[in-house]
């Protein structure tokens, strides 16, 4: 299931910028994930997983450490494994949650600017600017679209239709690869 990605999810590699890490071994790295306006929100520790994901994606393994957060239905418990995928050319990052167990709890998807990664700070700084709409999807089929009303109250759709736009089309396509059990949501 999910082998093949229809042409239209599958991002341009020739846009893939320069210092985009590909054939990396296990590096430790920063992630920080800022608000649409770009300041910083959060960061916290993880390591690429080598060959996790097709290129250009990245897989990064990071640990829940924080407060124990339920969303519908999807639930982050200190100890979980994060498995996410970050690309340097899609409007969008998933989360895969895993219980200390292995057991998949479900995805959580945000629609994002397309990743940045800074290959010169120590450690390397992979980035990720937030554009409020998420999807969780959940193992048994359950899913809940997630922050349409903080979009709407954005007001992004009068005063810059174009990124609107970019942000519809990047949810969309999350819920595409979901139907089509496409990358990365073919991993459990």
């Given amino acids: 299931m999910g082998d093949t990605v229809p042409d239209a999810l599958v991002g341009d590699a020739r846009s893939v910028p320069t210092g985009w890490p590909s054939g990396v071994q296990p590096t430790r790295l920063q992630i920080v994930k800022c608000s649409p306006d770009g300041a910083p929100v ?34 982050f418990v200190p100890g979980d494994t994060l498995l996410e995928y970050f690309s340097p050319t899609e409007w969008f990052n998933v989360f895969a949650v895993h219980a200390p167990d292995g057991s ?17 700070t120590d450690p390397p700084t992979l980035g990720w600017r937030d554009l409020y709409l998420d999807v969780i999807a959940l ?3 359950r899913r809940a679209l997630r922050d349409e009303d903080e979009l709407r109250d954005a007001g992004i759709a009068r005063r810059d239709p174009e990124l609107y736009e970019r942000i519809l089309t990047g949810r969309a396509a999350i819920l595409q690869r979901l139907d089509a059990g496409a990358f990365p949501f073919d991993r459990p």
């Fill in 104 to 120: 998949l709890r479900g995805w959580y998807a945000n629609v994002v600017y397309p990743t940045d990664f800074d290959p010169t």
């Fill in 42 to 75: 959060t960061e916290y520790p993880g390591s690429i997983v080598p060959e996790a994901a097709p290129p250009p994606w990245l897989c990064v393994q990071a640990t829940w450490t924080r407060a124990p957060v339920t969303l519908d239905g999807l639930s």
């Fill in 139 to 141: 193992p048994d089929g």
